[in-house]
């Protein structure tokens, strides 16, 4: 079958899956509440799992993601209305299509009033490249939901074009550092010096930072010492179904 009919396919038989990575704070409070993020996986009815990286791509190209958005939004936000009390913040993804469709916007918006959920609890990451490419859509979607108390992430910050031009101009609580700069700063100092510059110009803008594929403990140690807020990545925790989420063990520091 081509992608674009396995898509097609996975949102009429519900073939999606709800998988979720903790995050660990490393710097800050520690309220011992989960903080994830959502990640999306397509069954292929087999028994097997795809991952985004093989379906994203031909989701943007045939313009179903904000489609495949919406079945994001809806499971990631009954999950968290039946585990409000256990979480602290959790993410969702969201393409670039999504946030300029200004119906994507109403759907999120009557969703998370159906919900009942505490705003402050639900966090939306969007990458540089997925806002800059209808900048004044995203800059309406951004404050419209902000307003209402959620929280924004900038993904993969650091690999995009134009990332310091483009942070002034957008609003976010949290910027997640690139998972190639943080990966090796145990024995790459020009990655290091990277990740030390990213999180002091978001100290000066007051917002938190991520660390993003934090793959063994030296790198954690590194950016705890650093005052990194949160880390994620293998050495805290792998993605997994949502429904395990809240009962496996994490690394602590
Ligand atoms: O899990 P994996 O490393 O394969 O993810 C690959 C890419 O897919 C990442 O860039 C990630 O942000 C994106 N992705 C994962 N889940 C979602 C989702 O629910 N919605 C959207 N739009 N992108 C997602
Ligand atoms: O683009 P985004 O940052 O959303 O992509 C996150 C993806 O990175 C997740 O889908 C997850 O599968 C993957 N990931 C999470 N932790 C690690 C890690 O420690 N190392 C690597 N290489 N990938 C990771
Ligand atoms: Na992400
Ligand atoms: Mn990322």
């Known amino acids: ?20 990575q903790k995050i660990l704070s490393i710097n800050g409070a520690n309220t011992g509440r989960l903080h994830c993020e959502f990640l999306l996986r397509m069954q292929d009815g087999h028994g097997g799992i795809i991952a ?6 031909a989701v943007e190209r045939y313009h179903l993601a904000a489609r495949v958005d919406r079945w994001v939004v809806s499971h990631a936000l009954a999950w968290m209305c039946v585990h409000q009390e256990d979480m602290e913040l959790c993410s969702i993804n969201l393409s670039g299509q999504s946030l300029s469709d200004k119906n994507f916007l109403d759907f999120v918006n009557t969703e998370i009033s159906n919900s009942g959920l505490d705003c402050e609890k639900i966090c939306f990451e969007i990458t540089e490249t997925a806002a800059i490419a209808n900048i004044e859509l995203a800059q309406d979607f951004m404050q419209e939901l902000s307003a209402r108390g ?3 992430s900038l993904d993969d910050f650091g690999s995009g074009l134009s990332s310091f031009a483009y942070l002034r101009n957008l609003d976010v609580d949290i910027l997640k550092i690139d998972g190639q700069f943080v990966c090796d700063i145990d024995s790459n100092p020009i990655n290091l010096a990277m990740v030390k510059s990213i999180h002091e110009i978001a100290g000066l803008m007051g917002k938190k930072t991520v660390a993003e594929f934090v793959e063994n403990q030296a790198v954690l140690k590194i950016l705890k010492d650093l005052g990194i807020h949160y880390a994620q990545g293998y050495a805290i925790a792998y993605p997994i179904p949502v429904d395990q989420l809240l009962s496996v063990q994490t690394t602590s520091i």
């Open 150 to 152: 959620c929280r924004f």
């Open 52 to 57: 985004p990286g093989a379906f994203m791509p």
């Open 1 to 20: 079958m081509e992608w674009v009919s396995r898509i097609e396919n996975a949102l009429s038989e519900n073939l999606f899956a709800l998988y979720g």
